[in-house]
């Protein structure tokens, strides 16, 4: 031990104010019991009450004191204590520093040595346990055990950090050394028992005071407050499970709320979809046809990604609730996972009836419309061809007619009946079409049918009205003899041939709906089939031309001067010719039959855009949980306090033993697994091991039941148990707890959950207002509603 000069003169006068109060005595005693009573103030193996000290020798003489100075050295060498260098004749001969040294050794072993934070030296961790708890405090800076101590603040800091009753540290000042180690001194002596072992002059007064000194007295106060130190911890504890208690609630609302939202949306988007009241035009399905993709492109993803997300959220829960031996979490009525997977499953249903009947509808609807033009356009051809025939037929003209013009008449006669013959299968086209339209329930059908009446009326008084002027005609024919009978034949071949042509140009001119290449195909060999009669129309034509050709050779041969008008029909060559070159020529449209006509079969492949993209959502739903799986995992790692490697091994041993690669294992490649990673398993051990790894008795282990085992195996956790052993230490070994000790020993937060979620104490032992913080400690670890 080495002292400077400084050192020694306060060393000798702390040193004898520590041996005077332990001692009584004014000065050093030299007989050997002096040093037994100081070991034993600062040692906890020391001499108890009852334990037998070597007998003293009786005697004043010199070997009479080493002889009992040695046998107290002896005994203190037997507990422990190392004394190098340090002799019986040293002390006997009042050697202050050999002295100061043996005291300064059995402080040092006893009072200081035990000090230790995150694994220092005693000096060091008692040095870091000051700078820690004055950290928060102005003018102080902690840094060494002496001259960081002269102002007397760092005391001061130390005692209102634990104790901010005892001392108003805001009333301190710097300039006032003294007075501020003198306040110190005092309260210390008087509130914490720590007895007054240092001088406020000596340390002021002294460039760099004892460091030994200074040390020993901190240590006096680390002691004092160990108590309080371990309150902290305790309370720490509590505040790291309340933590977690409320960050499991946040979850726990989050996963109600989300639930809410997306069963409400559920429960408003069915309805819309159960909505079958067709409309009435093409236009209005349409719209309807594009809010379905809107919903499907806009409105559904984020929903998917909202179901996505609550089973995550779910499954991340209750792996935390596992991993803090919480109970498991149960949503509330209705809001289960499988609620919602069920009310999903019933929202897909109810969706793909609604897009099914879409579709039938605007099929539906492109039949009535193309069936309403359809019907449209033959009405108007019929009308335009009956306009004036009433008219017509209703003339008498034949009264007043010469006998070629009565002949002609009636040949003309003859020619009408045979082009209203011909127009019959387009009356009963009309007719037809009119009915489908009813049967399709066309919202225009009242009209339809008024107009199909009238064309059916007007059809049957065309009919009377014909009957009534041919039965005039032949009553007047036997008056007259002569008729031209190539006017005649002309007029009889033309009429049917125009006719064909008409029926023709018209089926050329219709428009027409198709769904497959098959029918388009149908179409093109329609066509075909039609190209190949052609040739028996162009004989038909190359004939009724011929007659014209005739008319007029004849008229050169005999000079005969023709009107240029045929008596009995309207039609002429040109007439002929011009059609049949609209009918010859006509090409058949055949172009974008596929691209415009809403073609939904495919004969090479039975998959649709539908089922790519029911595919993908399951592809991205499958990954959002495989990733889930991963962060669980971790989660599960880091949580349990397993390193990488551990898990890294159990992963190996799972796969090892996974003999189908399903990712299960069968109980007997479970126990062999077991026995791989040493244990030593009964029947009745295995038995108790599988009902943990395979609660719902399903015959297989999954990977994360053979993780969860694994890690409670090798981690460990908090348990009730040691929250409530926090708790009582806060509550200084009481059954009970009261507001201000939990509002002074834990943070606002954590003190003000506890508060408003203990019970009352109905122990007679307990003051009014106190709290159960056993019942509360329980709940957190089993069955309540958290």
Same mark, same amino acid.
Not at 372 to 386: R, V, Y
């Given at each position: 031990?080495?002292?400077?000069?400084?050192?020694?003169?306060?060393?000798?006068?702390?040193?004898?104010?520590?041996?005077?109060?332990?001692?009584?005595?004014?000065?050093?005693?030299?007989?050997?019991?002096?040093?037994?009573?100081?070991?034993?103030?600062?040692?906890?193996?020391?001499?108890?009450?009852?334990?037998?000290?070597?007998?003293?020798?009786?005697?004043?003489?010199?070997?009479?004191?080493?002889?009992?100075?040695?046998?107290?050295?002896?005994?203190?060498?037997?507990?422990?204590?190392?004394?190098?260098?340090?002799?019986?004749?040293?002390?006997?001969?009042?050697?202050?520093?050999?002295?100061?040294?043996?005291?300064?050794?059995?402080?040092?072993?006893?009072?200081?040595?035990?000090?230790?934070?995150?694994?220092?030296?005693?000096?060091?961790?008692?040095?870091?346990?000051?700078?820690?708890?004055?950290?928060?405090?102005?003018?102080?800076?902690?840094?060494?055990?002496?001259?960081?101590?002269?102002?007397?603040?760092?005391?001061?800091?130390?005692?209102?950090?634990?104790?901010?009753?005892?001392?108003?540290?805001?009333?301190?000042?710097?300039?006032?050394?003294?007075?501020?180690?003198?306040?110190?001194?005092?309260?210390?002596?008087?509130?914490?028992?720590?007895?007054?072992?240092?001088?406020?002059?000596?340390?002021?007064?002294?460039?760099?005071?004892?460091?030994?000194?200074?040390?020993?007295?901190?240590?006096?106060?680390?002691?004092?407050?160990?108590?309080?130190?371990?309150?902290?911890?305790?309370?720490?504890?509590?505040?790291?499970?309340?933590?977690?208690?409320?960050?499991?609630?946040?979850?726990?609302?989050?996963?109600?709320?989300?639930?809410?939202?997306?069963?409400?949306?559920?429960?408003?988007?069915?309805?819309?979809?159960?909505?079958?009241?067709?409309?009435?035009?093409?236009?209005?399905?349409?719209?309807?046809?594009?809010?379905?993709?809107?919903?499907?492109?806009?409105?559904?993803?984020?929903?998917?990604?909202?179901?996505?997300?609550?089973?995550?959220?779910?499954? %991340?829960?209750?792996?935390?609730?596992?991993?803090?031996?919480?109970?498991?979490?149960?949503?509330?009525?209705?809001?289960?996972?499988?609620?919602?997977?069920?009310?999903?499953?019933?929202?897909?249903?109810?969706?793909?009836?609604?897009?099914?009947?879409?579709?039938?509808?605007?099929?539906?609807?492109?039949?009535?419309?193309?069936?309403?033009?359809?019907?449209?356009?033959?009405?108007?051809?019929?009308?335009?061809?009956?306009?004036?025939?009433?008219?017509?037929?209703?003339?008498?003209?034949?009264?007043?007619?010469?006998?070629?013009?009565?002949?002609?008449?009636?040949?003309?006669?003859?020619?009408?009946?045979?082009?209203?013959?011909?127009?019959?299968?387009?009356?009963?086209?009309?007719?037809?079409?009119?009915?489908?339209?009813?049967?399709?329930?066309?919202?225009?059908?009242?009209?339809?049918?008024?107009?199909?009446?009238?064309?059916?009326?007007?059809?049957?008084?065309?009919?009377?009205? %014909?009957?009534?002027?041919?039965?005039?005609?032949?009553?007047?024919?036997?008056?007259?003899?002569?008729?031209?009978?190539?006017?005649?034949?002309?007029?009889?071949?033309?009429?049917?041939?125009?006719?064909?042509?008409?029926?023709?140009?018209?089926?050329?001119?219709?428009?027409?709906?198709?769904?497959?290449?098959?029918?388009?195909?149908?179409?093109?060999?329609?066509?075909?089939?039609?190209?190949?009669?052609?040739?028996?129309?162009?004989?038909?034509?190359?004939?009724?031309?011929?007659?014209?050709?005739?008319?007029?050779?004849?008229?050169?041969?005999?000079?005969?001067?023709?009107?240029?008008?045929?008596?009995?029909?309207?039609?002429?060559?040109?007439?002929?010719?011009?059609?049949?070159?609209?009918?010859?020529?006509?090409?058949?449209?055949?172009?974008?039959?596929?691209?415009?006509?809403?073609?939904?079969?495919?004969?090479?492949?039975?998959?649709?855009?539908?089922?790519?993209?029911?595919?993908?959502?399951?592809?991205?739903?499958?990954?959002?949980?495989?990733?889930?799986?991963?962060?669980?995992?971790?989660?599960?790692?880091?949580?349990?306090?397993?390193?990488?490697?551990?898990?890294?091994?159990?992963?190996?041993?799972?796969?090892?033993?996974?003999?189908?690669?399903?990712?299960?294992?069968?109980?007997?490649?479970?126990?062999?697994?077991?026995?791989?990673?040493?244990?030593?398993?009964?029947?009745?051990?295995?038995?108790?091991?599988?009902?943990?790894?395979?609660?719902?008795?399903?015959?297989?282990?999954?990977?994360?039941?053979?993780?969860?085992?694994?890690?409670?195996?090798?981690?460990?956790?908090? %348990?009730?148990?040691?929250?409530?052993?926090?708790?009582?230490?806060?509550?200084?070994?009481?059954?009970?707890?009261?507001?201000?000790?939990?509002?002074?020993?834990?943070?606002?937060?954590?003190?003000?959950?506890?508060?408003?979620?203990?019970?009352?104490?109905?122990?007679?032992?307990?003051?009014?207002?106190?709290?159960?913080?056993?019942?509360?400690?329980?709940?957190?670890?089993?069955?309540?509603?958290?």
């Amino acid at each position: 031990m080495n002292y400077c000069a400084s050192e020694v003169k306060m060393g000798c006068k702390s040193h004898l104010r520590w041996s005077t109060h332990i001692c009584s005595c004014n000065a050093v005693d030299t007989d050997g019991l002096s040093v037994v009573f100081v070991f034993s103030h600062f040692s906890n193996s020391a001499p108890t009450l009852g334990e037998r000290l070597p007998k003293p020798d009786k005697g004043k003489m010199r070997f009479h004191k080493i002889a009992n100075v040695n046998k107290a050295l002896d005994f203190i060498c037997s507990k422990g204590v190392k004394l190098v260098s340090i002799g019986a004749e040293e002390i006997v001969d009042g050697n202050v520093k050999m002295t100061l040294g043996m005291i300064w050794t059995i402080i040092l072993r006893f009072a200081i040595q035990d000090i230790s934070v995150e694994e220092t030296s005693a000096k060091e961790g008692l040095l870091l346990w000051c700078q820690r708890k004055t950290a928060p405090y102005r003018n102080v800076n902690v840094q060494n055990f002496h001259i960081s101590w002269k102002d007397g603040l760092a005391l001061c800091a130390l005692i209102h950090r634990h104790r901010p009753d005892l001392i108003d540290y805001s009333k301190l000042r710097k300039d006032d050394p003294i007075g501020n180690l003198n306040t110190a001194f005092e309260v210390a002596e008087k509130f914490l028992d720590i007895p007054k072992m240092l001088d406020a002059e000596d340390i002021v007064n002294t460039p760099k005071p004892d460091e030994k000194a200074i040390m020993t007295y901190v240590s006096c106060f680390y002691h004092a407050f160990a108590g309080a130190e371990q309150a902290e911890t305790a309370a720490n504890r509590i505040c790291k499970v309340l933590a977690v208690n409320q960050e499991n609630e946040k979850l726990m609302e989050e996963y109600e709320k989300l639930a809410s939202e997306l069963l409400e949306w559920i429960r408003r988007t069915i309805p819309w979809l159960e909505n079958r009241v067709s409309e009435q035009t093409m236009r209005a399905m349409q719209q309807k046809l594009e809010d379905f993709r809107d919903y499907r492109r806009v409105h559904k993803p984020p929903r998917v990604q909202e179901k996505c997300q609550l089973e995550i959220n779910f499954n %991340t829960l209750q792996t935390k609730l596992r991993l803090s031996n919480r109970p498991a979490f149960m949503p509330s009525e209705g809001k289960m996972v499988s609620d919602i997977a069920n009310a999903w499953k019933g929202l897909e249903q109810v969706e793909k009836g609604y897009e099914e009947w879409l579709l039938t509808e605007i099929r539906r609807l492109e039949r009535v419309d193309h069936l309403a033009e359809k019907f449209k356009q033959k009405c108007s051809m019929h009308e335009a061809w009956t306009a004036g025939k009433e008219d017509l037929l209703s003339q008498k003209d034949y009264e007043t007619a010469s006998l070629m013009e009565i002949r002609a008449l009636m040949r003309k006669h003859e020619a009408f009946e045979s082009d209203l013959a011909a127009h019959q299968d387009r009356v009963e086209q009309i007719a037809a079409i009119a009915q489908e339209l009813n049967e399709l329930d066309y919202h225009d059908a009242a009209s339809v049918n008024a107009r199909c009446q009238g064309i059916c009326d007007q059809w049957d008084n065309l009919g009377t009205l %014909t009957q009534k002027r041919r039965d005039a005609l032949e009553r007047v024919e036997k008056l007259w003899e002569t008729i031209d009978q190539l006017y005649l034949e002309f007029a009889k071949r033309a009429a049917p041939f125009n006719n064909w042509m008409d029926g023709a140009m018209e089926d050329l001119q219709d428009m027409f709906i198709v769904h497959s290449i098959e029918e388009i195909q149908s179409l093109i060999t329609a066509h075909d089939q039609f190209k190949a009669t052609l040739p028996e129309a162009d004989k038909e034509r190359v004939a009724t031309l011929g007659i014209h050709n005739e008319i007029l050779k004849i008229a050169q041969t005999y000079g005969i001067k023709l009107s240029g008008i045929n008596p009995y029909t309207t039609i002429t060559s040109q007439d002929i010719t011009t059609k049949w070159d609209t009918v010859d020529s006509r090409p058949m449209r055949d172009h974008q039959l596929s691209q415009e006509s809403l073609i939904f079969d495919n004969k090479h492949t039975n998959y649709s855009m539908e089922h790519i993209r029911v595919g993908w959502e399951q592809l991205l739903t499958t990954i959002a949980r495989t990733i889930n799986e991963v962060e669980n995992q971790i989660l599960t790692r880091d949580a349990k306090g397993i390193s990488q490697e551990q898990l890294n091994e159990f992963r190996a041993s799972f796969n090892h033993f996974d003999r189908k690669r399903n990712g299960m294992m069968d109980p007997d490649d479970f126990r062999a697994c077991l026995i791989s990673m040493g244990y030593d398993l009964g029947e009745v051990e295995f038995a108790r091991i599988m009902t943990l790894v395979d609660a719902n008795n399903t015959g297989v282990v999954t990977f994360q039941a053979f993780i969860d085992f694994m890690t409670r195996e090798t981690a460990e956790t908090d %348990t009730a148990e040691q929250v409530m052993a926090s708790f009582r230490i806060l509550a200084s070994d009481k059954n009970y707890i009261t507001v201000d000790e939990l509002r002074r020993e834990l943070p606002p937060e954590q003190a003000e959950y506890c508060i408003s979620r203990m019970t009352r104490y109905i122990g007679a032992d307990g003051p009014s207002g106190a709290l159960d913080y056993i019942s509360f400690s329980s709940a957190l670890y089993g069955e309540s509603d958290l």
